[in-house]
């Protein structure tokens, strides 16, 4: 099985929006609610940041969010600010009953 | 406070076992599964497997069955990743994460991480 699809890289201004995008197919991210977004600081653990397509867990900014259109999240982050920079992961359930990591990508705020 | 905390830094050579510790604190261990997560230096979040420490229930990933074990010690709230023959590919970063506690595969806590290195 594939990892889902993200772009390699993304970049913007402090205050401005972003959205990376996350492919996957059928079974996986196009198939389940079981969608879920990870933010990632290099020598720090990773931080779950969007579940289940677009809910947010607690004490998570509302500049998160997400969603999901057929074989395809997205996750935006709106206000960019310093501290988003980092890389972000996307992830599945999988109809084998695993969980699968997107590729990563490395927002740079500039 | 809802802590898994992994154990320390490995050096190992090629052939030799190792395991690797996952203990949790601050909430029922045996209600959530444990995922492991492995980063290979310079890439990206791979999914290994899970595993549920109440009855010790395992689903690896096909890129990792055969290949690693995981088991578990309810009794101390402890979760376990062992190699019997290390390769200089399992170098590595590991995480243990909870799973399940935010949605149903959430993975909501992780350890600190595990560096693994292997090399002669």
């Known amino acids: 099985q594939s990892a889902p699809t993200q772009p390699a890289s993304v970049s913007g201004s402090p205050g401005q929006s972003i959205t990376i995008s996350c492919t996957g197919t059928i079974s996986d991210v196009g198939g389940y609610k079981y969608v879920f977004w990870y933010q990632h600081h290099p020598g720090k653990a990773p931080k779950l940041i969007i579940y289940d397509v677009s809910d947010r867990p607690s004490g998570i900014s509302n500049r998160f969010s997400g969603s999901k259109s057929g074989n395809t999240a997205s996750l935006t982050i709106s206000g960019l600010q310093a501290e988003d920079e980092a890389d972000y992961y996307c992830g599945s359930y999988t109809n084998s009953s695993t969980v699968i990591f997107g590729e990563r990508t490395t927002l740079t705020v500039l | 406070e809802v802590q898994l905390v992994q154990s320390g830094a490995e050096v190992k050579k090629p052939g030799e076992s190792l395991r690797i510790s996952c203990r949790g604190s601050?909430?029922?261990?045996?209600?959530?599964?444990i995922s492991w997560v492995r980063q290979m230096p310079g890439k990206g979040l791979e999914w290994m497997g899970r595993?549920?420490?109440?009855?010790?229930?395992?689903n690896y990933s096909p890129s990792f069955q055969g290949h690693v074990t995981m088991s578990a010690d309810q009794s101390i709230s402890t979760a376990y990743l062992q190699w019997t023959s290390l390769k200089a590919s399992d170098t590595a970063m590991y995480y243990c994460?909870?799973?399940?506690?935010?949605?149903?595969?959430?993975?909501?806590?992780w350890g600190q991480g595990t560096t693994v290195t292997v090399s002669s």
């Open positions: 994460a909870r799973l399940g506690s935010i949605g149903v595969y959430g993975m909501d806590v």
């Open positions: 601050g909430y029922s261990f045996s209600n959530y599964w």
């Open positions: 595993i549920a420490p109440s009855d010790s229930y395992t």
